[in-house]
């Protein structure tokens, strides 16, 4: 199992996410960089912490309110593979992702608008050889979010098999409440999608506090887990889980 790094971005610089409540968000003030630039927090998760890849939310973009394309692209340039969640739900949208160097694709169902998308996009990242989509289950108080009444109201195991069936292999479980909370992660979802789909990779997200939290995640099956709140705080130093160690 690993841990993944993950960066938020509104309006230039990264930003200290905290149960989804995005107006409120703020710098963020990490043990990492002396700024919220966000290249320079990327670039010392490189250095100090051998991160190889990084999660990237472009909450602008999400928003639809421009976007962060040359600080994304600045970003992979430094050797870290890119999950990019910019609010993708069209193969339109993919296209963009891509230009701006995404090496694994995020489909969230915040922004998901129409289910039929999926085969779409996924047949846009196979054409350009290089993006792996992962599909990101977005809940928030345990309800699923979705782009579009029709998104919110499906059962996300039949949204997760219907994404499967287009070859989607990869999905995150995130529930937006549980974020910067140091309330550890709400699991119900992800263990019943582990059960469903026992072959997926799967990543959790929202609330993990420290390497216990990850050795119980590594416990139960699971290939990884998105951190942001306690890397920048020094509570967690290492980007991988081992529990031999």
Not at 75 to 86: H, K, N, P, R
Not at 164 to 186: C, F, K, Q
Not at 207 to 236: C, M, N
Request: aromatic share 2%; charged share 25%; net charge neutral.
């Amino acid at each position: 199992m690993r841990v993944i790094p993950v960066l938020d971005l509104r309006e230039g610089v990264a930003v200290h996410a905290v149960r989804g409540e995005r107006t409120r968000y703020l710098p963020v003030e990490s043990v990492l960089a002396p700024s919220a630039d966000p290249v320079e927090l990327a670039r010392a998760l490189a250095t100090r912490l051998g991160a190889r890849e990084c999660y990237v939310a472009d909450l602008d973009a999400i928003a639809r309110r421009g976007d962060h394309g040359p600080v994304i692209r600045a970003i992979g340039g430094l050797g870290l593979s890119v999950w990019l969640d910019a609010g993708t739900a069209t193969p339109a949208d993919a296209e963009r992702a891509m230009a701006q160097g995404a090496t694994r694709l995020i489909i969230g169902t915040e922004t998901l608008r129409d289910p039929r998308d999926l085969g779409g996009i996924v047949g846009v990242t196979r054409a350009a050889a290089r993006s792996a989509c992962v599909l990101s289950l977005d809940f928030r108080d345990g309800r699923l979010l979705g782009g579009s009444p029709a998104v919110e109201r499906l059962d996300p195991r039949d949204l997760a098999a219907e994404a499967w069936a287009v070859g989607i292999r990869a999905y995150i479980v995130l529930d937006l409440t549980r974020v910067g909370s140091n309330e550890g992660a709400r699991l119900g979802p992800a263990r019943a999608l582990r059960r469903d789909l026992p072959d997926a990779e799967l990543i959790v997200g929202g609330g993990v506090r420290d390497r216990a939290d990850l050795l119980a995640l590594q416990g139960e099956g699971f290939q990884g887990a998105l951190v942001a709140t306690a890397l920048h705080r020094g509570i967690v130093t290492s980007l991988t889980v081992d529990a031999t160690t």
